[in-house]
T-cell receptor, first 111, second 113 residues
Framework: DAGVIQSPRHEVTEMGQEVTLRCKPI?????LFWYRQTMMRGLELLIY????????DSGMPEDRFSAKMPNASFSTLKIQPSEPRDSAVYFC?????????FGPGTRLTVL | AQSVTQLDSQVPVFEEAPVELRCNYS??????LFWYVQYPNQGLQLLLK??????LVESINGFEAEFNKSQTSFHLRKPSVHISDTAEYFC???????????FGTGTRLQVFP
């Protein structure tokens, strides 16, 4: 099993640009989670899906952030427009019954 | 509401010494318990978990944790650490009624030669 796959692994962009992060969950997992990790705030849950439907997006910081899951094998997290304070590592995780498995993360730097 | 407390933000230890990383949780409902490890510049890896059955669970690299319901704890232990165990360790709980994980703030284990 390839595990959770995220792309790109690193992204450097300028303030105001659109950023799209991608995630492929483990096959057969029904739930998918997006997290953000920073030194200041630690690990934060942004949004999660169950059977491709958003269940809880209360952690999404503001309207500049959006997430979609068009099918069971793909999800995106989009930031438009990006700001320097969005710089962080973004993790995707998928869940087998009761256990989450994390991807390697995307390190985003907004200049 | 549920919460997870990792009292030690950093634990320095010499190689081959024993170590215990503490985790306490608060919950009014049944929970599942997890330890994740994050090596530098990597994602979180599942180290071990308690879902049911024996309260003592073990990982493949020598760590173990014991679920203590009366003390609401899930401390992580290893009898002899290696340099390669240097990492951030996160305790997490999953309440029975939700898919969400509640994480502690993490403990940085630093193993010195």
């Amino acid at each position: 099993d390839a595990g959770v796959i995220q792309s790109p692994r690193h992204e450097v962009t300028e303030m105001g640009q659109e950023v799209t992060l991608r995630c492929k969950p483990i096959s057969g997992h029904n739930s998918l989670f997006w997290y953000r990790q920073t030194m200041m705030r630690g690990l934060e849950l942004l949004i999660y899906f169950n059977n491709n439907v958003p269940i809880d997006d209360s952690g999404m910081p503001e309207d500049r952030f959006s997430a979609k899951m068009p099918n069971a094998s793909f999800s995106t997290l989009k930031i438009q427009p990006s700001e320097p304070r969005d710089s962080a590592v973004y993790f995707c995780a998928s869940m087998a019954p009761n256990t989450q498995y994390f991807g390697p993360g995307t390190r985003l730097t907004v200049l | 509401a549920q919460s997870v407390t990792q009292l030690d933000s950093q634990v320095p230890v010499f190689e081959e010494a024993p170590v215990e990383l503490r985790c306490n949780y608060s919950s009014s409902v049944s929970v599942y318990l997890f330890w994740y490890v994050q090596y530098p510049n990597q994602g979180l890896q599942l180290l071990l978990k308690y879902l049911s059955g024996s309260t003592l669970v073990e990982s493949i690299n020598g760590f173990e944790a014991e679920f203590n319901k009366s003390q609401t704890s899930f401390h992580l232990r290893k009898p002899s650490v290696h340099i390669s165990d240097t990492a951030e360790y996160f305790c997490a709980v999953k309440p029975d009624h939700t898919d969400k994980l509640i994480f502690g703030t993490g403990t940085r284990l630093q193993v010195f030669p």
